[in-house]
């Protein structure tokens, strides 16, 4: 189970620490991420974490700003967001149960959470 939370409303050049719970098994993937989806538009990948070795990648659109981020003794995927922009208002899903594939792609995973709702102004 992925429980999301941390969400919320924040003016442009604000920032949100979202923050997934997640139960052993599904921790256990070899790669965890955060995906979003804005109305009208399809999931997208927003960064990934490798569970292994910490190898983070990130969507262009986030990079410099958005930091992903774990906590083994937690079981607890993080997302810090800093400078966020009006487009980067949409629903925020933690994903795990890697399946293969490119890391930022929502097929590759399994297990979703139920999402947070992120919205700047």
């Known amino acids: 189970q992925l429980v999301e939370s941390g969400g919320g409303s924040v003016q442009a050049g604000g920032s949100l620490r979202l923050s997934c719970a997640a139960s052993g098994y599904t921790y256990s993937s070899y790669c965890m991420g955060w995906f979003r989806q804005a109305p009208g538009k399809e999931r997208e990948g927003v960064a990934t974490i490798s569970t292994e070795d910490d190898t983070a990648d990130y969507a262009d659109s986030v990079k410099g700003r958005f930091t992903i981020s774990k906590d083994n003794a937690k079981n607890t995927l993080s997302l810090q967001m800093n400078s966020l922009k009006p487009e980067d208002t949409a629903t925020y899903y933690c994903?795990?149960?890697?399946?293969?594939?490119?890391?930022?792609?929502?097929?590759?995973?399994?297990?979703w959470g139920q999402g947070t709702q992120v919205t700047v102004s």
């Open positions: 994903a795990t149960g890697y399946v293969g594939g490119a890391l930022l792609r929502p097929q590759s995973y399994s297990y």
